[in-house]
């Protein structure tokens, strides 16, 4: 009764609602017709993460700080900052097309030694949930610093998720972390389940030492509740606006003028892409120089996901020309909790998506009409995969078999 009421509540004021569903716990379903392209729901997260610092992103919710100008002068300085009169770098751009936020502020935040923020709403947001950190900044650190080298951010997130409290996590399937994550193709299983292991140990002793209020009584608990995650969080991502702009100035937009004044800070973007990977290939060593995954076309290592399309872009000059593709402007990566679509099952033939627009409020649009009583999918997986064994072989960790009408 208690998970039914829960659930009804989370879903009033939608055209969806929540019923039990054979094999699946419960399932999302349409109680008013549905055309395609409608807003079936939008959400805050209950918790999420930042996992990259480039593009500078607000601390709580994700929108990028300042204006286009600075976040194409960020991509060739990593030292840069906002400016309160960001000069104008980007022709053809009206004033107002160039702000990104009304504000971007320097504040606090325990996760990082330097936060940004779009608005003084959000900071004091940001310090209202997160305010009995403050004297533990060291601890938290060293927390994140370990999630950043295992490449877990579900730890965060689940510290983020213990803080700020809420109902949603007592709902989702909890197993242990090492049972969550697939095994990487050539590896051995016994042998990633112990690192698995050893990293959730790591964390749960970082995690010990930190004074917070739902702490979990036991590393079991803990490696359940980032299982969950793991489960169940989502990539927070939007592509970066640049690449919108970028395009329009190669489809003509300013003409060859255009072009030339943003050489210099193109050129800037990709040296520094350059000095960054071979920073990541000299700390890795030599074995791992020729397994470097995803090397773009300006010879770097890939920062977006495989998935991608990468657009390439070849302007000429008068003296010399200029390469480079999409992949100089890293898309804004997170991960979240979002409570409504945590109860949104799987399908290889999905009739849902998810979109991020700007920020982390995540909007799960319809792909096409959808009927009363019609359930409502998401893909967890790569479900563009042609083959039915291999889009069931990447549900592994997730416990169970596709039967959608595609499989």
Known sequence: AERRAFWAELFSGTKLSVAHCEGKGVGVFVSSAIAEGDVLFGEDPEAAFQWRTTPLACEHCMRLV????????????????????????????????????????????????????????????????????????????????????????????????????????????????????????????????????GDLQASWALLSRLKIARKPSSMDEYARLVGALCLNAVAVKYAHPLIYYIQEVDQGIGGPAAKRALRPALEAARLERLRRAAATRAAAGPAASDESEGSGSDGAESESDEEDDELQFSWAFKRGALDFSSRLFPPMKGYGLYARLSAVNHSCDPSAEVLFTGSNHLLLVAKRPLAVGEEVSISYIDHEAEDREERQRNLVSYGFRCDCRRC
Do not use: I, N
Not at 87 to 96: A, F, G, H, K, Y
Not at 117 to 131: N, Q
């Open 66 to 197: 300042g204006c286009l100008d600075f976040q194409m002068r960020l991509l060739g300085d990593p030292a840069a900052r906002p400016r309160p009169r960001e000069p104008p770098m980007l022709p053809v751009l009206e004033d107002s097309q160039r702000r990104l936020s009304d504000d971007a502020l320097s504040g606090w935040a325990a996760w990082r030694g330097e936060a940004w923020f779009c608005s003084k709403e959000c900071e004091a947001r940001h310090r209202d949930e997160f305010g009995s950190l403050v004297g533990q900044e060291d601890a938290v650190r060293e927390f994140v610093a370990h999630a950043l080298e295992t490449k877990t951010p579900f730890f965060v997130v689940a510290l983020k998720l213990l803080l700020r409290g809420g109902h949603a996590q007592r709902y989702l399937l909890h197993k242990p972390y090492w049972e969550c994550v697939d095994v990487p193709e050539g590896e051995d299983p016994a042998a990633f389940e112990q690192e698995m292991r």
